[in-house]
């Protein structure tokens, strides 16, 4: 028997079709790995579509070198000072406009995103294959004159290539920045050897993208605490949330450079981690910064919390770090108060991307809460 037609549902569906403003599938906007400039190959990963949620600008993972990778989130309010930082990054390492490099490893460019390298003018491409043969063959063919890649790795590829006796034929190389890992002091006389490169140590991370080179700050929004990891050991803080990376800070210098004194290939884990409390919020609500510490923090695996004496519209963020557990190597008497502007920057960038979220007009309608 034949439907009756309704004429509700023809004008509702010719409606839809021409006024929605919800997109259908064959609508929706794709962001591919081309689109944010990793499209290259990796030896252990899966090329997966997902459903992004809409207020973040991209996503990324860590490494995983010492644990099971996470996803971390980058929203759109910070991706504009990772790319600066990266650039500032780059140019400490000596890169200049029309440089030719190789990433080893596709996932180090989300920690500065492309912008910082289109930027300067600098054209990037990625290993034919995730493996140090595929190296050789790389830097022998393409010829980059700068290497990006984790230090043990390069160690490995080159020691393989004398003992190929092909050593001789790579070509020479401007600069290596070792990344990703703590720098493999044995790898800086190899590449050096090898490819008479200069040689660069870059620390940082995916949740807050490079933070130093050569042992020395590459952003503003670095700031150094106690830590229980050993004597003469300081906790990393970026932009007013702790990193749970710990190093020396010495006077007699890096490896790579003495004026840098973070001691980066020194690298220890802070355990347990530093609770952060947010003492004064720029925001005038309580209920936005409950919502920034409750959620928004959690891409970059921290949780902050705010206690019921918080001041709000105060003209600057501060947050306090405690020790999770009382511990031998923390001062437990002196509050440790990390202020802003400048040292809380990323955690502001955050917080305002919290409330760029509660005014956005284009949200999913299928998840609308309440009656």
């Given amino acids: 028997m034949a439907k009756k037609e309704n004429p509700y549902f023809e004008d509702l569906k010719e409606s839809i079709e021409l006024y929605s403003s919800v997109p259908a599938f064959n609508e929706m906007k794709h962001r591919t790995l081309a689109d944010k400039g990793i499209n290259g190959p990796t030896a252990a990963h899966i090329i997966e579509e997902v459903h992004t949620p809409l207020n973040y600008a991209y996503i990324t993972f860590t490494t995983g070198t010492t644990a099971w990778q996470n996803l971390v989130g980058i929203t759109p309010n910070e991706k504009e000072y990772r790319k600066n930082v990266g650039m500032n990054t780059l140019k400490m390492a000596g890169a200049k406009e029309g440089d030719k490099t190789l990433f080893c490893y596709p996932p180090l460019l989300n920690a500065i995103t492309k912008d910082a390298l289109e930027e300067l003018g600098i054209s990037w491409e990625f290993l034919t294959k995730s493996s140090r043969d595929s190296f050789l063959v790389d830097v022998y063919y393409k010829e980059p004159n700068i290497i990006f890649g984790e230090s043990t790795f390069l160690k490995c590829a080159l020691q393989d290539a004398i003992k190929l006796g092909v050593d001789k034929d790579l070509p ?60 003469d050991y300081n906790e990393t803080v970026v932009g007013g949330l702790p990193t749970g990376d710990s190093f020396p800070i010495v006077s007699s210098g890096h490896v790579l450079d003495k004026e840098g004194k973070v001691i980066t290939y020194m690298r220890r884990r802070t355990q347990p981690d530093y609770e952060i409390y947010v003492r004064e919020t720029t925001v005038n609500a309580k209920e936005t910064i409950e919502r920034a510490c409750r959620s928004i923090l959690r891409i970059k695996s921290k949780v902050a919390k705010v206690p019921d004496d918080v001041i709000l519209d105060a003209d600057k963020t501060v947050l306090e770090l405690k020790p999770a557990l009382i511990q031998k190597g923390y001062n437990n008497e002196e509050p440790i108060l990390i202020e802003g502007p400048e040292k809380t920057k990323l955690f502001d960038l955050l917080v305002e991307a919290q409330l760029d979220y509660q005014t956005l007009n284009i949200k999913d309608p299928c998840w609308t809460k309440g009656r």
């Fill in 172 to 231: 020479n190389v401007d600069i290596v920045n070792c990344i990703g890992t703590p720098l493999d002091l044995d790898a800086v006389g190899i590449i050096r050897d090898v490819l008479g490169a200069k040689v660069n140590d870059i620390y940082g991370t995916q949740e807050f993208g490079w933070i130093t080179a050569n042992g020395k700050p590459a952003r503003e929004d670095i700031s150094f605490v106690a830590s229980n990891a050993g004597k």
